[in-house]
């Protein structure tokens, strides 16, 4: 009879833990969205500006406003914000988040006489369908930043970068053949086809398309850390 009891008892706990592991097995994990998040590394504080890519009124899968991105207080495509000596700001958007963030003013196609080198955004397009991201020194540069691609899965930049973790552009004239930076006069990286002809002298375009780090179709998560390092000039 104890035999006979104990052979139900394994039975039924053999069944119970075959249920467990069926339904855990049917459970698909939640798709994590990338963080974007900037952080100053300068000695002093700094004023960020945001853009927002524009799309059609009917447009309802991107993130079409500024307001409270970053703690700004605009509304519209356009906003700023500030960031202190040592501090970050962040954001994860829960729709497709397009546009670009530049330091000191908006980006500029031609040098000016406040931004004598001009101004380089970093562009980017998260949690859509393909992620990719970018420094743009086409129109110049104001400033030093350092991407650090935290988590999540991999970007590649052509096939001879299957795995991009960081990337960095170089003060003006000095970013061609860097992963991740479009050199100036480069609209499409490895040619010059399409520039401003206020973008002279040129730099040598890259000989393989390494400017934008992409990621694999429908897949997110981690963070995009965008690192002020300084201005270039004054």
């Not at 059609?56 to 906003?79: A, N």
């Not at 990719?132 to 590649?156: F, K, R, T, Y």
Request: glycine share 8%; hydrophobic share 35%.
């Amino acid at each position: 009879m104890k035999k006979l009891m104990y052979l139900v008892v394994c039975l039924v706990m053999i069944s119970c833990s075959t249920e467990k592991k069926e339904k855990a097995a049917v459970i698909k994990p939640s798709i994590e969205n990338t963080e974007l998040k900037i952080i100053n590394m300068s000695s002093d504080s700094i004023t960020g500006y945001l853009t927002l890519s524009g799309y059609p009124e009917s447009d309802t899968v991107h993130v079409k406003d500024v307001y409270k991105i970053f703690g700004i207080k605009e509304r519209g495509l356009v906003g700023i914000f500030h960031i202190a000596k040592g501090d970050s700001v962040s954001y994860i958007s829960t729709k497709w988040l397009s546009g670009n963030i530049s330091f000191g003013g908006q980006p500029i196609n031609c040098f000016s006489e406040v931004w004598p080198t001009g101004i380089n955004p970093f562009e980017f397009n998260l949690n859509n369908d393909q992620e990719s991201i970018d420094i743009s020194a086409m129109g110049g540069v104001n400033c030093i930043m350092q991407i650090d691609l935290i988590g999540g899965p991999e970007w590649q930049a052509s096939p001879k970068y299957p795995n991009v973790r960081y990337f960095y552009n170089d003060s003006m004239w000095r970013n061609s053949g860097l992963i991740g930076v479009y050199p100036y006069g480069c609209p499409n990286c490895t040619d010059t086809i399409g520039k401003q002809l206020c973008q002279f002298p040129t730099e040598q375009p890259d000989s393989e398309p390494i400017c934008t780090p992409t990621r694999s179709a429908n897949v997110r998560g981690g963070q995009v850390i965008v690192k002020f390092i300084g201005y270039t000039n004054n």
